[in-house]
C-alpha cells in the first residue's frame, strides 16, 4: 500500500463475537539504528495514511510504528463490522503486543504513543490502566475524543439511553452519523490535499451503533472521574470548532468534527503533567492541516519530546509536502509479519 520503508507485522489476536481477529503494525525505520520509537493509533473511521508524519519522526532519528486497530483499515475482515467495538479496552491487548514488539523484540528503550481522536481517548485509558508496567514514556494526543460534540441533552441523559439500548441492541445503527464536510475538506478528489483509501475512510464515515457509542460514553466517563497517567501528556488542539453541516471556507480552518473547548476542559484529568498546545488554524487531524500550521504542530511536538523525554535535538526543517500515492482497499489486508506494506 505504502512501499517502501514501510513494513507490516499482522497481530493475531484470537476470534471474538464475530470471528477472526486481528491488527496490523506498521513499520518505518529511521535511516540509523535508534532506541526511540512512536506509536501511533488513529482515529475513528480512520488508519494510518499519514506518511509524512512518520517522515519527520524518521528525519529525527525516531523509528515510527503506527497501529491499524482491529476492524479498521488494513486490519478490517470480511466478516466484520467495520470500527465496531464493545468496550474500547477490547483495543488494550493490540496495544500491548505492539509495546511488546517494539520494547521487547525491537529493541527501543524509549517510546512516545501518539493517539489521535478516538485514538487519543483509548490510549489515556490504556496508558492509566497499563501505568505500572511503565510500557510508554510520553503521550502526544491529537484532538482527543474527550466528550460528545452534542448539546448536553444529547451528551448525557439522552447518551444514557443510548448507553442502555446498546447493552440490549449494541449493533442497533443510530439515526446520526458525522456527515460528509470534514472527509471533503481533506481528500484531494474534494477540498483537500491528502489521498487515503475512501473504503476504509469514507466521507461520510461507518453507520454509528449503540453498542460503540455506549463503549466511548464509558471510556468517556472514566477519562471524567480522573485518569492516574504518570508519564508527560502533551494534548494538542485547535483554537476553535466548526459547527455547520456544509461547506464553508472556515472548515479548514478549525475543528469539524469536535468541540476543542472539551479537550481543553477535560485535559487536567489525564495526570498531574499535562501540556495544553492550541493552534490557530488547525483541523480535527492537526497533522492535515494546511501546511503552515502543520509545520507548527510538529516543531512543537519535537520540542515537547526534546523537553520531556529527554530525546536529544530536534530540528524545524519544512515539514514533507502531502503524499499523492494511490492506494487500493483490497490489496493484502491481512499481511504476513515483516511484509511489505
Given amino acids: 500500500m505504502l512501499g517502501e520503508p514501510y513494513e507490516r507485522h499482522t497481530i493475531d489476536l484470537g476470534t471474538d463475537d464475530e470471528g477472526p481477529v486481528v491488527a496490523t503494525l506498521v513499520r ?19 488508519y494510518f495514511f499519514q506518511t509524512h508524519l512518520a517522515d519527520f519522526f524518521a528525519a529525527r532519528g525516531w523509528d515510527f510504528y503506527a497501529l491499524d486497530l482491529r476492524k ?9 463490522t467495520p470500527n465496531f467495538c464493545h468496550d474500547l479496552g477490547d483495543y488494550f491487548p493490540e496495544l500491548d503486543a505492539a509495546a511488546k514488539i517494539i520494547r521487547d523484540d525491537d529493541g527501543h528503550d524509549t517510546l512516545l504513543a501518539m493517539g489521535h481522536s478516538t485514538g487519543g481517548l483509548i490510549v489515556s485509558l490504556w ?9 510508554v514514556d510520553g503521550i502526544v494526543l491529537n484532538s482527543p475524543f474527550f466528550d460528545l460534540n452534542a448539546p448536553w441533552v444529547v451528551r448525557r441523559p439522552l447518551a444514557a439511553a443510548v448507553a442502555r439500548l446498546g447493552r440490549r441492541a449494541p449493533q442497533r445503527v443510530l439515526p446520526f452519523g458525522l456527515g460528509t464536510v470534514y472527509g471533503e475538506s481533506i481528500h484531494v478528489d474534494h477540498r483537500g490535499e491528502w489521498t487515503y483509501d475512501l473504503t476504509w475512510k469514507p466521507l461520510a464515515g461507518f453507520p454509528v451503533r449503540a453498542g460503540w457509542l455506549g463503549a466511548i460514553r464509558a471510556g468517556q466517563r472514566r477519562l471524567r472521574a480522573g ?4 508519564v508527560p501528556v502533551l494534548l494538542a488542539c485547535s483554537t476553535r470548532s466548526y459547527r455547520g453541516t456544509k461547506w464553508h471556507e472556515s472548515v479548514a480552518l478549525a475543528d469539524a468534527v469536535l468541540n476543542v473547548e472539551d479537550m481543553v476542559r477535560w485535559a487536567p484529568r489525564l495526570g498531574r503533567h ?16 494546511g501546511p503552515a500550521v502543520r509545520e507548527k504542530v510538529l516543531a512543537e511536538v519535537g520540542r515537547w519530546a526534546e523537553a520531556f523525554l529527554c530525546a536529544g535535538p530536534t530540528t524545524t526543517d519544512a515539514v514533507p509536502p502531502a503524499p499523492r500515492r494511490p492506494e487500493t482497499a483490497g490489496a493484502d489486508r491481512a499481511g504476513a509479519t515483516s511484509h511489505r506494506d
Fill in 274 to 289: 499535562v501540556t495544553v498546545a492550541r493552534f490557530d488554524g488547525g483541523m480535527h487531524d492537526l497533522t492535515l492541516s
Fill in 72 to 80: 479498521y483499515g488494513r486490519s478490517l475482515l470480511p466478516h466484520q
Fill in 227 to 230: 485518569l492516574d497517567i504518570p
Fill in 28 to 46: 518505518r525505520r529511521a535511516d540509523r539504528p535508534t532506541g526511540r520509537a512512536v506509536l501511533y493509533v488513529h482515529g475513528f473511521v480512520d
Fill in 127 to 135: 496508558a492509566h490502566e497499563r501505568r505500572d508496567a511503565e510500557l
